[in-house]
């Protein structure tokens, strides 16, 4: 236990932890400085911590664009599992002609930078009263996740045996009694996996955010930007805002991470 | 100028009909209490600055005055550009004010997206024309938003380019006065220049600070703009003045001194590490900010030096304009007036640090003076200076429809030059090779050089 390679490894982890949460200690730490104190050189760890920038995130707008960014982003999520998960569980165990080309046709809004959709989709919102609304954000985000959802699934479920679902069909079960308690609970890490990656990709985009909202459904990610003043930039509200995004996909990832380790390694082992 | 929508009417019919059916009289319209766009909503876009926070706050007294309501969409500098652009370019009426960004203002007077101020102007019972009174502002804010005689926008925001800096550590290097030239500036730097303290220190935005030499040298963006539209990166002046600016950045700027954002360069000089600051008015003006700094007591202000060519100090300029795809063109006119006022603009002078305003009889204030005077350095005047010396007309480069891809090619390229990727020569020719490529890819004629 205490030979130098344990030594090593032990070494290099909690160098390798540092490297990768520094940024994060970087924000968390300035979010809590006055601006004075944010930019001091050399950097000193003694100061007095403040919460005045929290407090001016709550007493201004971005609280709102919080909320935004969480019902767009987990109104996405549920939509893009209730509709991608059966459409995947479809692909992957029914035959049909052109299938291949069917399943490929998915991707097609993710073939694509977002930029390159972004004039269409503005010209048509704008038509269609959509700027400027979440339902509008939920149905471009719903466009480019619904892929994600339908191919991440399709690999989980090619992955349970049918051997399991044939005999729920013999004991009389149909179709959707099958999937919804035989298939659907094998997948559940799968399930957890995707729904985690989709949430993350709405809750982070910023160029949709940015082309299809002007005040009422701005988003988080959009938000942060306008604290960059024409004449100074606020960082201790850009850190405090930074700090208030990454709450809850940190508390989420907590709580789910032993889906999404299941997920993520799910058939590594198998032949 | 407006039209009634086929909605509006509608309302107005049912709720007249109502009226009439339950015979209830209306005692006096809003119309005829002088609010003759009460319950108009107006939406409009601005950079996010104290100006607005100033608008925002005394924005009860306007609804309360003419019944209009505005909302006031703050946001970021390159968001506000990519916002209103895509706006512009979609014909939305969505934001019925905006800000005109005179490096745009080019391509969007060209295309025809801004109203022409001149009917709302010279229309008595729209103006009171003495009250506005166009001519106090200054000439060079005015010019980058008029064609000819026409008036696309009231600018409110004019920032010219200055110079914030220590007196102590310039009198210690042996200069009782700031440097007057580009090149005596460099020596002292040279001088200054410690891994403490830095002799100079800008903004990032490099294609705003680098004409200051760049025109002082005697080159130019363009050969005649805005006749004619050539690049003019590989001339001799200005390979002259792209060396002595990026050895300012290179050797006399604090670490990372090319990538600096406006507050951290200021927090450079609040900190002293940096012997001088020069920027735009709006940003250099906070050097001096006691809550950030103890060092205010010795530092002064002053006009940015001058090269073999003379003195070009720049100039940025936001105006306010009408969408022209607005459906409440009176009523945003209205609004403008108002936030582009004499009395809007003092007040936001004395209340919210504005200096950097467009109209004269606000940098002739008294008050104002005073309290932009500090240690003998009358700012007020310093930058009604700069705004009459760009009303001369030099600033012409920066408002043709190209400039704004040709300038963010200027900040790669001082960057290359200044972080050694490239040299001088090598840089600035492949500058001009693909300013070249903008100007003939948008379909402007130019005379290839070589």
Redesign the interface.
């Known amino acids: 236990m205490n030979s130098p390679g344990h030594a090593w490894k032990v070494g290099g982890t909690a160098l390798l932890i540092f490297v990768v949460l520094f940024p994060v200690f970087f924000i968390v730490q300035m979010s809590v400085r006055t ?2 104190e ?4 050399p950097p000193t760890l003694s100061f007095t911590p403040t919460l005045q920038n929290y407090v001016d995130l709550v007493e201004g707008k971005f609280i709102r664009a919080l909320m935004n960014s969480t019902v767009t982003a987990t109104s996405t999520t549920l939509l893009a599992l209730l509709l991608g998960v059966p459409a995947a569980y479809a692909f992957s165990r029914a035959r049909f002609r052109a299938q291949g080309l069917v399943s490929l046709w998915t991707l097609c809004t993710r073939m694509a930078p977002a930029i390159a959709f972004g ?1 269409p989709f ?2 048509i919102y ?1 038509e269609l009263g959509l ?2 609304t979440r339902v509008g954000l939920i149905v471009i985000y719903l466009t480019f996740n619904l892929s994600l959802v339908i191919w991440m699934m399709r690999a989980f479920f090619d992955a349970v045996p049918r051997s399991l679902e044939e005999a729920a069909y013999i004991d009389g079960a149909g179709v959707a009694g099958a999937f919804v308690r035989i298939a659907l609970p094998l997948t559940a890490p799968g399930l957890a996996t995707t729904a985690i990656f989709t949430f993350l990709l709405s809750w982070n985009d910023f160029f949709y955010s ?2 299809l909202t ?2 009422e459904a701005v988003t988080a990610p ?1 938000a942060i ?11 201790g509200k850009v850190a405090a805002a930074a700090t208030m995004i990454m709450l809850p996909v940190v508390g989420l990832s907590v709580v789910m991470r032993k889906y999404i380790v299941h997920g993520l390694t799910a058939g590594a082992v198998k032949g | 100028m407006e039209g009634i929508s086929r909605r509006r009417f509608l309302r107005s019919s049912a709720v007249a009909a109502a009226l009439t059916a339950t015979g209830v009289r209306p005692s006096r319209t809003l119309a005829q209490a002088g609010k003759p766009y009460a319950g108009t909503r107006l939406k409009m876009s601005q950079v996010a600055h104290a100006y607005a926070v100033g608008l925002l706050e005394r924005l009860p007294a306007f609804e309360a005055q003419t019944g209009i309501k505005v909302e006031i969409d703050q946001m970021s500098f390159p968001v506000l550009n990519q916002r209103e652009d895509l706006e512009l370019a979609s014909g939305s009426g969505a934001y019925d004010v905006m800000q005109l960004i005179f490096i745009r203002s080019g391509r969007w007077i060209g295309a025809g997206w801004a109203e022409p101020l001149n009917p709302f102007i010279d229309d008595a019972k729209l103006t009171d024309k003495a009250a506005l009174d166009v001519g106090d502002f200054v000439a060079g804010a005015m010019a980058p938003f008029k064609r000819g005689d026409t008036i696309y926008a009231l600018p409110w925001l004019s920032d010219s380019t200055v110079v914030g800096y220590r007196t102590d550590l310039f009198e210690k290097a042996g200069y009782a006065k700031f440097p007057e030239t580009f090149e005596a500036l460099q020596e002292a730097a040279a001088k200054i220049h410690t891994r403490q303290t830095a002799g100079f220190v800008t903004e990032d935005n490099l294609h705003w600070i680098f004409p200051n030499w760049l025109l002082s040298y005697g080159g130019n963006f363009f050969a005649n703009p805005p006749a004619d539209l050539t690049p003019t990166f590989d001339t001799p002046e200005a390979l002259k003045a792209a060396e002595i600016f990026t050895t300012m950045l290179a050797k006399y700027s604090p670490p990372g001194g090319i990538k600096l954002d406006p507050s951290v360069a200021q927090a450079i000089m609040h900190q002293g590490k940096a012997a001088c600051y020069l920027d735009g008015m709006g940003n250099t003006q906070h050097i001096i900010d006691t809550k950030k700094t103890t060092l205010a007591d010795q530092m002064a202000f002053t006009h940015t030096p001058r090269g073999p060519k003379g003195h070009f100090p720049q100039l940025a300029v936001h105006g306010y304009f009408i969408n022209r795809a607005s459906k409440n063109k009176n009523a945003a006119w209205e609004f403008i007036k108002w936030a582009a006022g004499k009395d809007q603009m003092l007040w936001s002078a004395l209340n919210k640090g504005h200096l950097a305003c467009t109209r004269s009889s606000v940098l002739a204030n008294a008050e104002v003076r005073q309290k932009f005077t500090w240690r003998g350095s009358d700012l007020a005047s310093l930058h009604l200076a700069v705004m009459k010396r760009a009303g001369e007309g030099y600033m012409v480069y920066r408002t043709v429809p190209q400039f704004p891809p040709v300038g963010d090619r200027v900040i790669i390229a001082m960057t290359a030059i200044a972080s050694g990727q490239t040299n001088v020569a090598d840089g600035m020719k492949s500058l001009q090779k693909d300013a070249e490529g903008i100007l003939e890819k948008a379909g402007v004629k130019i005379n290839r050089r070589g």
């Open positions: 601006g004075l944010a930019f001091r050189m004039i503005f010209l704008k700027i400027d940015l082309i002007r005040s959009v930007v306008n604290f960059m003043n024409y004449e100074s930039w606020e960082w």
